[in-house]
């Protein structure tokens, strides 16, 4: 299990990471029923806390002439209206509940790969609860904690040189981050070399990225024995994607489902099933009229974050619940995922390999843009295709002309030319979702 000293180290630093991994651990074994009613009752203490707390919800309420109290069953908590990405937007500052102070909470930005990218307010304790989900994740995949773990992420800061104290936590936790924002061969070498020196080894990372390691192995016939297993997120797992993964570490491929503004919404077991975790989100299944039957749109409250609520928020995802129990005996119930979240890579002419969310990062603080897209149609050429809003100004013209310039300061990609095109509409996906990259060269 996991060493005194992971557990000393996240006590000194006052994280209860490892309390909420505990209490998981013990309700995945519940019955489906009890952890829908426990999952109910989670949701009415935030309806009320919401309600008395933050100025958005005690308008939505008075607005749809019910209080907390009035909501006794699923189909009560139906009628309240939808979250949307816009909504947030426009509401931020009356979201955030006044039961803590904005200043000490946490300021995040989702991925923007379904939609506009939004900014959200987190306190401590919703990171807390995240991490103690993917610890519980880990374990449905057979961690034990005596593992190291490998995570193959997008994080700029993973980029600079590791503190003494980074070193020593490392060390303490067991827990290697290798930064997945740009990456070629000779990077993935390295990644290879690293994971084949902690022993016993999980890997945790995107879906893209992995895809692309496991690609190279194949083709340089590398092996590797020390992985027991591999999760991956932040994008839709296609099964050809996991066939290749699996057949490069040699070992099994399990997916996890989350979202930077409602982490932790499900996660498969050993039997390969997508389990909700009822503990951590609510989730609905709404018929969409431009969708088949099998196609549900998601909507899902999250059930840890007190500070800034997410009630009923329409994440841009679709899934099928599916009925029965899951082989493993747990009982948190079943999903089978339709169409997830997806992002593309930028290729250079060198053959380095840019991740998506950079560029997106690019069109932060341009308020005035309504919506974008970078699209690569070679490698020395990017389209970016920009929707203005009714506040566009010069300013944010500005910004948008300086963005080539620092595409190629961050990344080196000095041949690169970027097109600016300003339109009316761009293309949504097949599930009605807004990409905002897309690779055409690979």
């Known amino acids: 299990m996991h060493s005194k000293a992971q557990r000393l180290l996240a006590l000194i630093r006052g994280r209860k990471r490892y309390a909420y991994l505990d209490e998981y651990e013990r309700l995945q074994w519940f019955s489906r029923e009890r952890l829908l009613n426990l999952q109910f009752e989670r949701m009415k203490q ?4 919401a309600y008395v707390s933050t100025p958005y919800y005690r308008d939505l309420f008075r607005e749809v002439g019910c209080r907390p109290d009035d909501i006794r069953t699923c189909q009560d908590f139906a009628k309240l209206p939808v979250l949307t990405k816009k909504l947030v937007k426009e509401n931020v500052d009356k979201m955030i509940s006044n039961s803590f102070l904005k200043s000490e909470l946490k300021a995040n930005t989702s991925g923007g790969s379904t939609g506009e990218p939004l900014s959200f307010y987190q306190d401590q304790d919703v990171f807390e609860q995240m991490y103690a989900n993917q610890m ?8 034990t904690g005596k593992e190291h773990i490998v995570q193959l992420w997008g994080n700029p800061k993973d980029s600079k040189k590791a503190s003494a104290f980074q070193r020593i ?4 936790t067991k827990m290697t981050i290798l930064n997945a924002y740009k990456y070629n061969e000779d990077v993935i ?3 290879i070399n690293v994971i084949r020196s902690k022993g016993n080894t999980y890997i945790y990372g995107y879906v893209s990225v992995l895809t692309d390691v496991a690609d190279y192995m194949l083709r340089e016939k590398i092996t590797i024995v020390n992985v027991k297993g591999v999760i991956t997120s932040a994008e839709q797992l296609i099964s050809w994607q ?6 490069a570490f040699q070992c099994e491929v399990y997916d996890q489902y989350g979202s930077r503004e409602i982490p932790g919404i499900s996660c498969e077991c050993e039997k390969r099933k997508m389990h909700l975790l009822t503990h951590s989100a609510y989730v609905e299944f709404i018929a969409d ?3 088949p039957e099998n196609m549900k749109k998601i909507v899902v409250t999250s059930l840890s974050n007190f500070s800034m609520p997410f009630i009923r928020y329409e994440i841009g995802d679709y899934a099928l619940p599916k009925e029965g129990p899951c082989a493993c005996g747990r009982g948190f119930p079943i999903i089978e995922m339709k169409i997830g979240r997806v992002t593309d890579r930028f290729v250079t002419p ?4 840019i991740y998506g969310t950079f560029f997106v990062r690019q069109m932060y603080g341009i308020d005035g843009v309504k919506n974008f897209q970078f699209k690569q149609t070679d490698p020395r050429h990017i389209f970016l295709y920009v929707v203005r809003g009714s506040q566009f100004s010069e300013s944010d013209s500005e910004k948008i002309e300086k963005i080539e310039g620092k595409i190629r300061e961050a990344t080196g990609w000095y041949g690169l030319s970027l097109s600016v095109k300003y339109v009316e509409e761009i293309p949504k996906t097949m599930g009605g979702k807004h990409r905002h990259v897309v690779c055409e060269v690979e």
Do not use: P, T, V, Y
């Open 136 to 143: 519980l994740a880990l374990k449905m995949a057979g961690w």
């Open 350 to 353: 060198n053959g380095n390999k």
């Open 242 to 247: 996991r066939e290749l993964i699996k057949k």
């Open 189 to 191: 070498k390295h990644w």
């Open 289 to 291: 009229s431009d969708q």
């Open 46 to 49: 935030l309806l009320a806390h």
């Open 169 to 172: 936590r490392e060390a303490f």
